[in-house]
Every structure is written in structure tokens, then in C-alpha cells.
């Protein structure tokens, strides 16, 4: 370990990933996600009925994620340490402070990606990727609202933040230092969104996901974040839609 990472890392957590592992999570991960996404695009090609549709997305969803948990709880028990330690899913000072801090950047975040994406329009710069109606994929009704929401602002935050900034961060931080550790795995976690358009929004949300975990020695922090600033997309969304501008 180097001293740049022992700085920086020594006094956030208790147990720091092996690079090694950290990075055959997030292998999987990209596997993961591209067998979700496949799964996501043919059911809204076939023609099920919205309940049924729902049903279908939401237990691949489990089960995309289900594996990632228990890659994580593998590795946490043949290292010896609980699963929450293993990805810093603990109480920490003025924690709430935190949380509430999280929620306001999110509104800012989201503010910054909907500029960003209002300008590339206004320029027709649109990049390959890029799609201004996350709806599509999933069911219309109720189904496929439940569905839309236990996803994006359930379990993709809460799992995406074990491991990119509960497990790949922390593996990093721990051996190089914490500026590098920050853009690398924010890099890698944007580029994972297979999404050229929303690349740099997104390096810019995973970076500031990044410094809020390193700051409030927390992995709620970012939870909170994220699951805000998903939250925030999907009412933009649903808005735009019914304003028919989507």
C-alpha cells in the first residue's frame, strides 16, 4: 500500500477491497448490466401485458442485482468482515447533515445534467446514445411506473453505490491518491452507462457521489444522493411527458 493511499484512506474505513476483487466486481457488473439492458429493450418490444411486463423487468432486476450483493457478500465473508463494513454502509458524524446535504446537491446536479443536455439539443450536438424518453422501456400504467421507480431510485442507487464507491473507491483510495481514485472510478463508473451523450453529466454526478463518500466516511451519503437525483430525473420525465415535449 502507498503512503499517498494509507493518507488517505486509513481513517475512512475499517477493510479495504483488493484491487484485484474490486475490479472483477465491476466486470461482472458491466456483464450485469448489459444482460439487464437487453432484457429492459425486448420486453418493451413485446407485446405483454403491462403487469406482466413489469413483473418480467423487475425480477431480472433482482436478480442482476441479487448476484452483485452476493459477489460483495462472498468476498466480506472470506475477508472477515460484516458485509455493511465491507462497503462503509455505517452511521457516522452529523450523518443526518449529510444526508440532507446529499438531497439539496442532487437538485443541483440534476439542474447541471438538464443544462447540459438543453444545450447539446439547442446545438445539435446529439451523440450517439442519447435519449430524451427513459419511458419507453418500461410498461405504460401503474406496472410499469412501480416498476420504473423500485429500479432507478431503489436498488440501481443503493447497489451501484456499494460498488463503485462502497468497493471500487475504497480499493483505489487505499493505493493511489484520493484525486486519482476519485476520477478513475468515476470514469469507469459513467463509462459503465454505456451512454456517450450523458458521459461527462455523469462523470460529473460520480465525482461528486465519490468526494461525499470519502467526506462523510459514509456510504448514505451518496445513497441519498443518487437515489434524489434518480427520483428528480423520472418526475422531469414523467412532466415532460405529460407537457408532450416527450
Known amino acids: 500500500m502507498s503512503e499517498a493511499g494509507v493518507d488517505a484512506y486509513s481513517a475512512d474505513a475499517q477493510f479495504a477491497w483488493p484491487v484485484r476483487h474490486a475490479v472483477a466486481l465491476v466486470l461482472a457488473v458491466a456483464g450485469l448490466a448489459f444482460l439487464g439492458g437487453r432484457v429492459l429493450r425486448a ?16 425480477s ?29 454502509l455505517r452511521a457516522a458524524p452529523r450523518l443526518a447533515g449529510w444526508i440532507a446535504l446529499s438531497v439539496g446537491l442532487a437538485f443541483i446536479l440534476r439542474l ?28 405504460p400504467g401503474i406496472a410499469g411506473g412501480v416498476a420504473m421507480v423500485l429500479i432507478i431510485v431503489v436498488m440501481a442507487p443503493v447497489v451501484e453505490e456499494m460498488v463503485f464507491r ?4 475504497p480499493a483505489l483510495s487505499a493505493r493511489v491518491r484520493e484525486a486519482w481514485a476519485i476520477a478513475i472510478s468515476s470514469a469507469v463508473f459513467s463509462a ?24 462523510s466516511k459514509s456510504l448514505w451519503a451518496p445513497i441519498a444522493c443518487h437515489a434524489a437525483f434518480n427520483g428528480i430525473g423520472i418526475a422531469a420525465v414523467f412532466l415532460l411527458k405529460t407537457g408532450g415535449a416527450v
Not at 420486453?43 to 423487475?58: C, H, N, Q, T
Not at 430524451?132 to 410498461?139: D, I, Q, S, T, W
Not at 459503465?192 to 467526506?215: C, D, Q
Open 43 to 58: 420486453v418493451a418490444k413485446l407485446d405483454f401485458e403491462p403487469a406482466i411486463g413489469a413483473f418480467i423487468i423487475v
Open 192 to 215: 459503465m452507462h454505456l451512454n456517450m451523450f450523458g458521459f461527462l453529466p455523469v462523470l460529473f454526478v460520480g465525482v461528486s457521489l465519490a468526494v461525499l463518500r470519502l467526506r
Open 166 to 169: 462502497g468497493v471500487f473507491l
Open 112 to 139: 447541471v445534467a438538464l443544462a447540459y443536455s438543453g444545450f447539446m439539443v439547442w446545438r445539435g450536438w446529439l451523440l450517439p446514445g442519447w435519449d430524451a424518453n427513459p419511458l419507453k422501456y418500461f410498461p
Open 60 to 88: 431480472t432486476y433482482v436478480l442482476v442485482y441479487g448476484i452483485q450483493l452476493g459477489i460483495i457478500a462472498f468476498v466480506a465473508s472470506r475477508r472477515g468482515v460484516s458485509f455493511a463494513d465491507s462497503v462503509a
